[in-house]
């Protein structure tokens, strides 16, 4: 059973459409990351999200904390290509260095 | 440009050899991480150390051990390659309270 679980698995979209992924936890964290992979590579932060409710902005990408901090969303607005992607939260466990992720959510974005 | 690097992009071993995926980073952080990925599982934590030759165990540990000599290198190692070991094998650093900087992965293959 994972710890994070986030939906949906796989989603694929055309070029200009929104979208919102979701990360849900039936356990209260003190922060959740968001990260994406591209294929070949590790992961890239970006964003941490730490108060309950708290809304952040990366150009299109939009993040949300909820206030019961048990879950967070990720939308993007107009999706391109190059937002093509595995989508993982993150949550710290024991202390704040110490993250469990999610399975990620697969986002593939077609011009 | 901060790093996280690892030794090798593509492995492929024989069952029941002894295998060391290697990984250093050149940002000084205490904290330093080693995960496997697999499809539809995410990423699961299998040692971490918050300190020269300091290790504790997580998720999945068993089959493997660390080495961490340096601040800058921790070494995962496979005492006896399995095939239900074939994976990628992600190294991550932190200096605390803030983000993961992963490395590329090492996909490993025992065959």
């Known amino acids: 059973t994972q710890l994070l679980e986030q939906s949906p698995q796989f989603l694929s979209i055309q070029e200009g459409e929104n979208l919102t992924v979701y990360c849900n936890s039936s356990s209260v964290f003190s922060s959740l990351q968001w990260y994406r992979q591209e294929p070949g590579e590790g992961p890239v932060l970006l964003v941490t999200v730490v108060t309950g409710g708290e809304v952040k902005k990366l150009k299109r990408l939009t993040f949300q904390f909820g206030d019961a901090r048990k879950d967070s969303s990720l939308h993007i607005t107009a999706a391109q290509p190059g937002d093509t992607g595995l989508y993982l939260c993150?949550?710290?466990?024991?202390?704040?260095?110490?993250?469990?992720f999610g399975a990620g959510t697969r986002l593939t974005v077609k011009p | 440009d901060v790093k996280v690097t690892q030794s090798s992009r593509y492995l492929v071993k024989r069952t029941g050899e002894k295998v060391f995926l290697e990984c250093v980073q050149d940002?000084?952080?205490?904290?330093m991480f080693w995960y496997r990925q697999d499809p539809g599982l995410g990423l699961r934590l299998i040692y971490f150390s918050y300190d020269v030759k300091m290790k504790e165990k997580g998720d999945i540990p068993e089959g493997y051990s660390v080495s961490r000599e340096k601040k800058e290198r921790f070494s995962l190692i496979l005492e006896s390659a399995s095939t239900n070991q074939t994976s990628m094998y992600l190294c991550?650093?932190?200096?605390?309270?803030?983000?993961?900087?992963f490395g590329s992965g090492t996909r490993l293959t025992v065959v």
């Open positions: 940002m000084d952080h205490e904290n």
């Open positions: 991550a650093s932190t200096s605390g309270g803030v983000g993961y900087t």
């Open positions: 993150a949550g710290p466990f024991y202390n704040n260095n110490d993250m469990r």
